[in-house]
């Protein structure tokens, strides 16, 4: 009994020193207490989100610095210094790596075939500069402005499929282009590659130009992952088929894309599910599936600095949602309804055309359900940025009656920032070489040189050019073959023009045990659309032509 009286005399003495004195801070402990239970309990599990009185729990201040990388110093004159933006995606280091791999695969072809064995396109091998592979790169863009059914119809000299460009002295011959392109590789074939490394063929080329759009300029808030498809059909291990594509069989590359701009920030070529494993190989991202992996390993260079993503439904989830908020990073995508849409909120009733909401900590879950002529359309959207709110929206239904329809405000969003991965595809399209090419590497490294131009003339616009894409292409090609000097052989051809050479004599075509009569077709002749071949030629000529003895010879060096 004298131990309760004591505890009592105790408690008694606490509730009158309580409420003798003025200080409320233990009843303020306890509301605070209170309050951060509530607080966990809602951030804990889904809550319906009131339009109006909802707000993110997580505002992540942006730190990024867009914009051109501040080392790079612009000249003055931005309207004439095309080759100044291209240089910086497609540099002059970059060429003389590829001359020097084309001249390696050339030599290592040669020596692996018999003096007998070897085809025309070897036995007339000369090594091959930078220069002539911008001529290269150039003619190929070329190509994708001015298309033709054969590639043989860009050097034709009928008045019907004539193209002047090809027959300057700075372009190309159709020979040593044809020549060139069979050679041009995008990887050292002295070097052993990887095993298991099924993109060795063209490796070293995507290292550089991810390092070089990473490195050189920084895209603003708002960034745009999807995936893109490089039209291929050939035999390949790993050809994606996407029947919304305007390609639908090809190499499928993600994308990651500054949303007001297009610019291409970083890719990354889907290959097979061994190369694949590689993507974000930080331990933090262990639990994430494939695609969501896809998310963190294109923008491994933006998290942690209040970023904005946006992504679709493939790509999307609320683990992926988590895991970037806690680089501090947003995240706006559509989301399936397996992965992290709370069972309340599927079964919640929304009326067409409208929006339902609800939210867990700071992340926001819309139901959004829309009339289309098909029937009624129910989509999932996830947030970690913006409050439940709607936006009325003017509608034109059929017969011209105009009506308003409550949108998400995420939805706008989400519509306004998402596409720039398909408008990148559509903006290149118009200007896609349609040649076919057997080999997949040479396919997607030319595909990467056009979209390199387009770095190029964007980063060009943000610095005050006014040129519009296909202008920029059109200067690009000029700096590519014309300003490059001068080809070897049309500058012997020139030289012969002029009688800077040794007198031209027919002599008759050198028998082979193959072919004890050789002949070749008649250059004049082939001209005049007649059929005809000759068992003579002009040695001192480039390519040595066949031309007949009556008057082809003479009309020939005239």
């Given at each position: ?504 004599f027919p002599m008759r075509i050198a028998a082979r045990e193959s072919q004890p009569r050789p002949t070749k077709r008649c250059r004049v002749c082939y001209r005049a659309e007649r059929i005809k ?26």
């Open positions: 009994m004298a131990q309760v009286d004591e505890i009592s005399e105790l408690m008694t003495s606490d509730d009158e020193d309580y409420l003798l004195s003025d200080d409320s801070s233990g009843e303020s402990d306890v509301l605070d207490s209170v309050d951060e239970d509530v607080q966990v309990a809602d951030e804990l599990s889904w809550r319906p989100a009131i339009v109006g009185n909802d707000a993110s729990t997580r505002d992540i201040e942006f730190f990024g610095t867009p914009g051109l990388n501040p080392g790079i110093i612009v000249p003055a004159d931005v309207e004439n210094s095309t080759s100044f933006f291209l240089g910086l995606f497609l540099s002059d280091s970059l060429f003389e790596d590829l001359a020097m791999w084309t001249n390696r695969r050339a030599w290592a072809a040669i020596h692996s075939l018999d003096a007998d064995d070897l085809p025309v396109s070897l036995l007339q091998w000369n090594e091959c500069s930078a220069n002539e592979v911008k001529k290269l790169i150039g003619m190929y863009l070329y190509m994708g402005s001015n298309k033709k059914t054969e590639m043989n119809d860009y050097w034709s000299t009928g008045s019907y499929h004539s193209t002047p460009y090809f027959q300057a002295p700075e372009a190309l011959s159709r020979d040593r282009f044809k020549q060139l392109l069979g050679f041009l590789r995008f990887y050292d074939c002295l070097e052993d590659p990887t095993p298991g490394d099924p993109l060795y063929n063209i490796r070293p080329f995507l290292n550089n130009l991810r390092d070089t759009c990473v490195n050189i300029y920084r895209p603003d808030e708002e960034i745009s992952v999807d995936e893109s498809l490089v039209l291929y059909k050939g035999r390949l291990g790993f050809k994606q088929y996407i029947p919304t594509k305007r390609a639908r069989y090809g190499i499928k590359v993600y994308c990651a894309c500054e949303s007001e701009t297009g610019y291409l920030f970083n890719f990354r070529v889907h290959a097979t599910p061994e190369e694949n494993r590689r993507f974000a190989l930080d331990p933090q991202s262990g639990n994430l599936s494939f695609s969501e992996k896809i998310v963190v390993e294109l923008c491994q260079d933006l998290l942690d600095q209040g970023y904005r993503i946006f992504a679709d439904k493939w790509f999307g989830s609320y683990r992926l949602a988590m895991y970037l908020l806690d680089r501090d990073t947003h995240l706006t995508c559509t989301i399936r309804a397996d992965r992290g849409v709370p069972i309340e909120l599927r079964q919640l009733n929304v009326p067409p055309n409208d929006v339902g909401f609800m939210r867990k900590g700071a992340v926001l879950a819309a139901k959004i359900v829309e009339r289309k002529e098909s029937g009624l359309k129910t989509l999932y959207l996830l947030d970690t940025k913006e409050a439940a709110s709607k936006v009325p929206v003017r509608r034109i239904a059929r017969g011209g009656a105009a009506a308003a329809v409550q949108k998400c405000r995420s939805a706008l969003s989400y519509n306004r920032c998402m596409g720039d991965v398909d408008r990148m595809d559509g903006h290149m399209q118009p200007y896609q070489p349609a040649r076919k090419i057997r080999k997949w590497f040479l396919k997607l490294g030319l595909h990467l040189c056009l979209q390199m131009v387009r770095n190029a003339w964007i980063v060009y616009c943000k610095c005050g050019g006014r040129k519009v894409f296909v202008k920029f292409l059109e200067a690009s090609i000029r700096e590519f073959v014309q300003s490059t000097g001068m080809s070897r052989r049309r500058a012997a051809a020139a030289a012969q023009a002029f009688g800077q050479v040794s007198p031209h071949r000759s068992i003579y030629c002009c040695p001192a000529c480039p390519g040595e032509p066949g031309l007949c003895l009556e008057t082809c010879f003479q009309q020939w060096h005239s």
